[in-house]
């Protein structure tokens, strides 16, 4: 049972629109989500982060959307840049006290300069 | 930010012998620390989490006697996928929290691509 997902394994933009990767989780108990970045054989690097009391974050070009009624956050990336280019991995947090990641599947974001 | 290093970066074995992986935080201590394994194009799993001083936990289905977790120190813990077969190749990755951070945020080591013959 997959409690993050990620519908869209790929995406393609052209450099300097706007890319938007899309997240849905089924656990209620989540209270903070993590967007990360990462390029093969390499690990997760941290991108952007929302809490649960909020409904959007922003830093930079990056921007997270949350909401919560429906259950989906979404990564807004403006403008796109080729260097952007990587898989992005959202991911959630439960607040049990363990902290650990529940990631989704990944969504492979290819810039086309 | 915190570092996390992760080596070795890529080991091809033999089936049958057992590999040691090393997680360390760099510039901070870690009591805890977590492990994640990726097969190609797929998720991010939880396999364990490693706590320093004491017994791992780990996750359902992943078996504690095949994959040894050893935190003997706050800044080092280890990973020793024990006689490993084809099906253990795999892409394992280590984390950690670091103080001054959110605690939901995971830092992560460089990974480890693991090949057994």
């Known amino acids: 049972d997959q409690q993050v997902k990620q519908n869209s394994p790929s995406l393609s933009v052209q450099e300097g629109r706007i890319s938007i990767l899309n997240c849905d989780y089924t656990?209620?108990?989540?209270?903070?989500f993590l967007w990360y970045k990462k390029y093969p054989a390499e690990g997760p690097t941290f991108l952007i982060s929302?809490?649960?009391?909020?409904d959007k974050n922003e830093d930079g070009r990056f921007t997270v959307f949350l909401n919560k009624s429906a259950k989906h956050l979404s990564l807004h990336i403006v403008p796109s840049q080729p260097g952007d280019s990587a898989v992005y991995f959202c991911a959630a947090s439960d607040g049990t006290g363990r902290r650990a990641l529940t990631f989704g599947s990944g969504t492979r974001l290819q810039v086309q300069p | 930010g915190a570092v996390v290093s992760q080596h070795p970066s890529r080991v091809i074995c033999k089936s049958g012998t057992s590999v040691k992986i090393e997680c360390r935080s760099l510039d901070f201590q870690a009591t805890t620390m977590f492990w994640y394994r990726q097969f190609p194009k797929q998720s991010l799993m939880l396999m364990a989490t490693s706590n320093e001083g004491s017994k791992a936990t780990y996750e359902q289905g992943v078996e504690k006697d095949k994959f040894l977790i050893n935190h003997a120190s706050l800044t080092l813990s280890t990973l020793t996928v024990t006689s490993a077969h084809p099906e253990d190749s795999s892409f394992y990755i280590c984390?950690?929290?670091?103080?001054?951070?959110?605690?939901?945020?995971?830092?992560f080591g460089s990974g480890t691509q693991l090949s057994v013959l």
């Open positions: 656990n209620s108990m989540f209270d903070y």
């Open positions: 984390s950690a929290r670091a103080p001054g951070h959110a605690n939901e945020k995971l830092f």
């Open positions: 929302i809490s649960s009391i909020k």
